[in-house]
């Protein structure tokens, strides 16, 4: 086996068990609160985008997103990337359980929402808001890709619009308001920091190879 193809598998390993990581509590927290759900207001920033229903194509390139910077970074950045990604997801889940939270939906005209739209409320309850997972992993991705020798500075600074297109569509869909996706990029950066701080042997284990 060469070692192109080991590292993919490493890449494509430790990709399945973040997503589990980060689905599995994720489903589970949006369907039982151990207590009454705080519902978030929307603020006039929140109001002053309008809805759009297709914002959801948009809002699901996160994961090409994630998957993108996953397999493109070398490992010392790669390895920095996955395990903030480890951490920003626990914190969030804490808040989650300990905060129930959510975004309510009574302003979305569902008489006009198409097909796509319906799968979306279907398997993603509004629940989970406050800090916004889309934001935090966005912004890892874009912090991961900045320090990715392989991203040339006009693909980092497409990869930061990306990231700013997401935070629009997670409004633009009611998914979340500004205040969640404050909260998530908060999460982001100190996750990033902490595990720059923490896990420094280890990051600096894999420079080395």
Known sequence: ????????????????????????????L???????????????????????????????????????VGLSA???VALHYFLTI??????AHMVF??????????????????????????YDAPRNAFPSLHAAL??????????????QPVARCLIWLWVLGIFWSTIALRQHVVVDLIGGTLVAVGAWFFVGWFHRDEIEQMRDK
Do not use: H
């Open 1 to 28: 086996m060469n070692s192109t193809y080991k590292d993919l598998l490493r890449r494509v390993y430790s990709g399945i068990v973040l997503v589990i990581w980060i689905m599995a509590p994720y489903m589970l």
């Open 97 to 122: 359980f300990f905060f129930p939270n959510g975004v309510s939906r009574e302003e979305v005209p569902l008489d006009q929402a198409p097909f796509f739209y319906e799968l979306l409320l279907a």
């Open 138 to 151: 966005a912004v890892i991705a874009g912090l991961a890709a900045s320090q990715c020798s392989r991203f």
């Open 74 to 76: 070398r490992w010392p």
């Open 30 to 68: 949006q369907r039982f609160a151990i207590r009454e759900v705080y519902w978030l207001e929307p603020t006039a920033f929140d109001r002053w985008i309008p809805m759009n229903f297709y914002a959801l194509w948009f809002y699901d390139t996160f994961f090409l997103l994630l998957a993108l």
């Open 86 to 91: 480890g951490w920003a997801t626990m914190v």
